[in-house]
T-cell receptor, first 115, second 113 residues
Framework: DAGVTQSPTHLIKTRGQQVTLRCSPK?????VSWYQQALGQGPQFIFQ???????QRGNFPDRFSGHQFPNYSSELNVNALLLGDSALYLC??????????????FGQGTRLTVV | AQTVTQSQPEMSVQEAETVTLSCTYD???????LFWYKQPPSRQMILVIR??????QNATENRFSVNFQKAAKSFSLKISDSQLGDTAMYFC??????????FGQGTRLTINP
């Protein structure tokens, strides 16, 4: 059973560019959450997708957007990249059960470097 | 808003020793979940142990156990018979229902041979 897979693993972009990160959830999971982890910090919640809709959002600007597809996979898009967007981006999947979630399983992340 | 605080940025112990990582949190809610995640250099966040706030019994998973003090809003992780493979960043996290995970700043744990 494949776990959560993210692509690419590493990425280097220039300031002002746009980037798309991808996530395939663990088999059987229907909820995808994205987190940003700056170096030496704990992950910060960006947003969560369920049933192809953004259900919750953290304190991130509109430059951060996402999408969830019918097969539950998800994309994170960041426009107008800033140097401060350099971080590890983690995707986590879970299964919604009676308004609760099972444990979140994380992917290995995408290391984004903005130069 | 919920917050999670880990007051020990770094810890180091000898192999086979017991180590305790501290975590405190702030919430006005009564029902929630607490977690400890391990993040090795491979970067993947791995769930170590989970505690439901409505359960009085402390969770245990093999060498890992927690001391959950609900009134004090404290949730510490004890690792017994520590192994070299336990070397990693450890994050305490809080969750309400199906909502987001709120993480602490992490504790870097090093197990020395």
């Amino acid at each position: 059973d494949a776990g959560v897979t993210q692509s690419p693993t590493h990425l280097i972009k220039t300031r002002g560019q746009q980037v798309t990160l991808r996530c395939s959830p663990k088999s059987g999971h229907d909820t995808v959450s994205w987190y940003q982890q700056a170096l030496g910090q704990g992950p910060q919640f960006i947003f969560q997708y369920y049933e192809e809709e953004e259900r919750q959002r953290g304190n991130f600007p509109d430059r951060f957007s996402g999408h969830q597809f019918p097969n539950y996979s998800s994309e994170l898009n960041v426009n107008a990249l800033l140097l401060g967007d350099s971080a590890l981006y983690l995707c986590a999947s879970s299964l919604e059960l009676r308004e609760e979630n099972t444990e979140a399983f994380f992917g290995q992340g995408t290391r984004l470097t903005v130069v | 808003a919920q917050t999670v605080t880990q007051s020990q940025p770094e810890m180091s112990v000898q192999e086979a020793e017991t180590v305790t990582l501290s975590c405190t949190y702030d919430t006005s809610e009564n029902n929630y979940y607490l977690f400890w995640y391990k993040q090795p250099p491979s970067r993947q966040m791995i769930l170590v142990i989970r505690q439901e706030a409505y359960k009085q019994q402390n969770a245990t998973e093999n060498r890992f156990s927690v001391n959950f003090q609900k009134a004090a809003k404290s949730f510490s992780l004890k690792i017994s018979d520590s192994q070299l493979g336990d070397t990693a960043m450890y994050f305490c996290a809080f969750r309400l229902g199906a909502q987001k995970l709120v993480f602490g700043q992490g504790t870097r744990l090093t197990i020395n041979p």
